[in-house]
């Protein structure tokens, strides 16, 4: 049972209701986590327009999932990760490279490299090295890449405390977290 209520369309907010009415039309329902945020209308709309400047970035979509997948294993959100997981196989991913993600792993090195790098930005709460940013540069993300990189892990967290803090009740098929985090 989440902390908090989970609002929808006739509870929240007036400030809420058109991004629910968004969020809705977008997924076919309303995700839980939203129903969580939409207590704030500032809230929602950081969250809600984070996605979307994100979905419209120069990462694709495929990496941006694997980033979710990651992060969330790595802060234990259980509601990301069935979140991103679906998300992540709708994108076009193997079940197989989802889980891979969880640990932070890919077959594809660019893909890794971009995995290692977000992990360490949150292990590390944003303490970087030149090298590890070079190390991105060297498998040919730009540095809009890169920024995009730490901006996917920012959303990630905040939607992985959301999730965690309220105990959200996830509402996507759900998937074991990995055993090395």
């Not at 950081?46 to 999932?65: C, I, K, P, V």
């Amino acid at each position: 049972m989440s902390h908090i209520p989970l609002l929808n369309l006739e509870n929240a907010p007036a400030a809420s209701q058109p991004l629910l009415a968004q969020i809705q039309r977008t997924f076919g329902s309303t995700p839980n986590m939203f129903k969580a945020v939409a207590h704030s209308p500032a809230a929602l709309k950081s969250m809600w327009g984070t996605f979307a400047a994100l979905s419209a970035g120069t990462l694709d979509a495929q990496l941006g999932e694997q980033i979710a997948v990651a992060v969330a294993d790595l802060n234990a959100c259980t509601y990301c990760l069935a979140a991103h997981t679906a998300l992540g196989q709708k994108a076009g991913l193997s079940l197989e490279a989802l889980q891979a993600a969880q640990q932070g792993e890919s077959a594809d090195a660019r893909t890794a490299a971009a995995l290692h790098f977000a992990l360490q930005l949150v292990r590390h709460r944003g303490q970087v090295s030149s090298d590890e940013v070079q190390a991105l540069r060297q498998q040919g993300f730009d540095d809009a890449a890169i920024v995009e990189i730490l901006a996917h892990v920012a959303l990630n967290l905040f939607t992985n405390y959301v999730n965690v803090a309220f105990d959200v009740p996830v509402d996507f098929p759900s998937v074991p977290l990995s055993t090395r985090r």
